[in-house]
């Protein structure tokens, strides 16, 4: 059951934290990792990783992991809403592929709304290289300052 199963190391966001599938970084240290969605549902959706934890979702990860995971979600939201002037911004995080989970490495979502702009559709149509290429460069100067 996608809720209740094993760690697998192998999952698309271990891979990227081992440096052995690429991504588009924004934001990285000891504990934490964000880059851009491949499959954006908005304009800067962004990705927050906990780098240490083995965690599938909220119910596996330890309480150290999920607060520095949610300090570096406040941090990065705040550079994506100062950067990009979003009108709102969701944070979310989704537990167990009916929930919507697709990516089985704990993992939350912030995701800029734009007044009068629906969402993308979940994790279905691969965003323009060149553009996020082009976005990862801003976003990374504003968390640089
Ligand atoms: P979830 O469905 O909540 O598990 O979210 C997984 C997210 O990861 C989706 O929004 C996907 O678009 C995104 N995603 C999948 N593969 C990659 C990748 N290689 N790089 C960046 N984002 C990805």
Redesign the pocket.
């Known amino acids: 059951m996608s809720l209740h199963g094993t760690y697998d190391p192998q999952n ?1 966001f271990a891979l ?1 934290i081992k440096g052995d ?1 690429p ?1 588009f970084k924004l934001y990285e240290d000891d504990d934490v990792l964000a ?5 954006p549902q908005s304009y800067g959706h962004t ?1 927050v990783v906990p780098k240490r934890a083995a965690a599938r979702n909220m119910l596996d990860i330890d309480p150290d992991n999920l607060c520095k995971m949610m300090l570096a979600v406040q941090k990065l939201t705040r550079v994506l809403v100062d950067e990009l002037q979003p009108e709102g911004v969701q944070v979310a995080q ?1 537990n167990g592929a009916p929930a ?4 089985f490495h704990i ?1 939350m ?1 912030i995701v800029p709304r734009y007044a009068g702009q629906g969402l993308g559709m ?2 279905a149509n691969k965003a323009d290289v060149a553009e996020l290429e082009k976005l990862q460069a801003r976003l990374v100067a504003r968390i640089r300052g």
């Open positions: 698309i990227i599938a991504c880059f851009l969605d491949l499959f990705l989704f919507g989970q697709t990516v993992h979502h979940h994790a």
